[in-house]
């Protein structure tokens, strides 16, 4: 396991316009597994998510992020894979809603080394009443770069 740090950036539109913008940077952790490779981080009071860990397989031409809470009654997985429909399950503390995630983009520019930049672009819906297109980008780094 090798340790990274991670620079997240999140965004929401309301149609062409960045509505929302979410930006931090976490240590975390890069390893390989079965020709996959995986980035494990804990997540934020800025993030919105404290105390939850989130963790990105990165294989082919698809990311799948699972985040888990502890405690919290967090859960939530999505898979991107450009021009795909997944559908899941978005579990908060008030209960748990259908979500339907369509990605419109996926770029994995990781090095062998696992460092480089990761974006994703897709439109989520939760059970039809929130709605909204997202990019999440984000840049890998070694632990000691000092970037």
């Known amino acids: 396991m090798k340790e990274i740090m991670l620079k997240i950036v999140g965004k929401q539109y309301s149609g ?3 509505e929302e913008q ?6 975390g952790q890069l390893y390989e597994r079965n020709g996959a490779t995986y980035l494990i981080y804990e997540e934020s009071e800025f993030s919105g998510f404290p105390g939850c860990k989130t963790s990105l397989r990165l294989k082919d031409d698809s990311v799948r992020m699972k985040r888990i809470g502890r405690g919290a009654g967090y859960g939530m997985e999505m898979e991107f894979r450009k021009g795909q429909r997944f559908f899941g399950k978005y579990e908060t503390p008030y209960g748990t809603m259908d979500m339907e995630v ?3 983009r996926v770029e994995n520019n990781l090095s062998p080394e ?5 974006s994703v672009d897709y439109h989520v819906s939760l059970e039809g009443m ?18």
């Open 16 to 18: 062409d316009e960045a």
């Open 114 to 118: 696992g460092l480089g930049d990761i």
């Open 22 to 27: 979410m930006e931090f940077v976490t240590e």
């Open 102 to 104: 369509l990605t419109n």
């Open 130 to 147: 929130a709605e909204g297109r997202n990019e999440l980008h984000i840049e890998v780094n070694e632990a000691n770069s000092g970037k």
